[in-house]
């Protein structure tokens, strides 16, 4: 008994601190951070550009363009969970995920250059089906990354203050990121419309530019960072029962929808933004120049990204879930003039809402990333084993579904308002019609995806101080120590709580 004391006293003087073993350095966490250059910049990218460039340069039909984005898709249903099993499994040198990183990286260039290759010429039914295989591509490189590099986010350190500061600069680089991804794709797309670049031009950055700027940071972290947290030396297999056992965690299932609520809403406007410019827009001016995306794209990212270390006091004050909807009403209001604004309203309003967007955005943005590695604890505590990959994996997995779901319903919208497809050398005028339904689409579904996040963020219980504990209980299972009568109550409390 005294021995058995003796390790629980050895277990709560650790915790109290950092352990020198869980820290990790400041170097290592701006290489960690640096490595979502892509994932922050190619959902952005992507979100913004994807759908207009297959109805507005490739002239595909918006239904079918978003049906391309929402059945390749379908594929991330097998490869997300897939790869994280894999990364799970994986023993190397590296590590488990690193490999993984490296592949996927070196990859981004060539996945981009069959994205975004110009098929215009091609027939309508090869062009369909050349976007299609091609997406399915880029989405399988995206998951040889993105999964594993999502998993890293628990496996860095089982210290959760240390996971906290490394997941911060995360953001920062994610914010930074999204920033550039939101700029200067969206005008050089505006130049390409306007015929101020050619199409080749336009390729060459995106592929060259963009490729490098998203590969290297993501292959660099891949050899740099390391895994602290301790795993099973035991290989798992997948079954599809494991997969969905995810489910099984009510922090999981909350934190997922707080997640998806929070990015979604960010790809409805990502996907609106050059349709709302052209056609609900059109022709207004702001100090002397014709408004493009710029204009309510900066001042929105500029502002997330001042805010973001208030909502880290914030949080650091009170809770991550509180800090996650603090900003949530505001950013509504913002979107909701902005679907709302009109040609007549005095221009510097527009400032005034993507102002508004940006104070939502940081908070809204910034935690469920936080939170992560936090889940995966919760799940440890559960299940006896940490389902990093699994978690991730399905992270991953309903990230892209919903988002490729909110893209399909955008361009049915679109479709089912009259909106015609173009090709890059061709400008159609639309009806209002179409007007109606991008304000409509802009205003509805963020209040509705931002309500979704606001709900499970008052549902969501995990805190730092129950971390603690959390990580107290397993390593007190993993050292076979046996709890007090006192312990095995406030255990059985937690799990009900929060598992």
Known sequence: MASENQKKDTLIAKHSIIAPEDRVPLKEKFLYGAADIFGGGQVTMLSLLLLVFFTDIIGIPAVY???????????DALSD???????????TRLGRRKPFMIAGGLLIPPALAMLF??????????????????YVVYCTVSTISQVPYMSMSSDLSPDYRERNTANLIKLGFDMFTAAVCYLLPSRLFEMLREGRISQTTFYLVIVLGFGTFFAVPMVVAGFTIKERTPYAEGKSHFEMAQWLSSFKVKSFKYHIMMYIGAFLSTDIISNAALYYVANVLGGVQMFGKPIGTAFIIAPMMVVAGISIPIYYLVMRKTTKQFAFRLGIPVYIAGVVFLAC??????TELILVASVLMGIGLGGAQMMPWIVFPDTVDVAEFKLGYRPTGNFSGMMTFLRKLSAAVAIQLFAAGLSAAGYQSSTADVVIIQPTSVVLAIRLMMAISVALFLGMGFYASVRYKVTNKKLERIRYFCEMRRAGVELSAQEKEERQLLLKELA
């Open 81 to 91: 969970p897939i790869c994280g099993i894999l990364s799970d499994n994986v023993r």
């Open 341 to 346: 604004f009109q040609k007549s309203w005095p």
């Open 117 to 134: 290759a110009p098929v215009q010429n091609l027939g309508d039914a090869a062009k369909v089906l050349y976007a299609a295989a091609a």
């Open 65 to 75: 363009a978003g049906s391309i984005i929402l059945i390749s898709k379908l594929w």
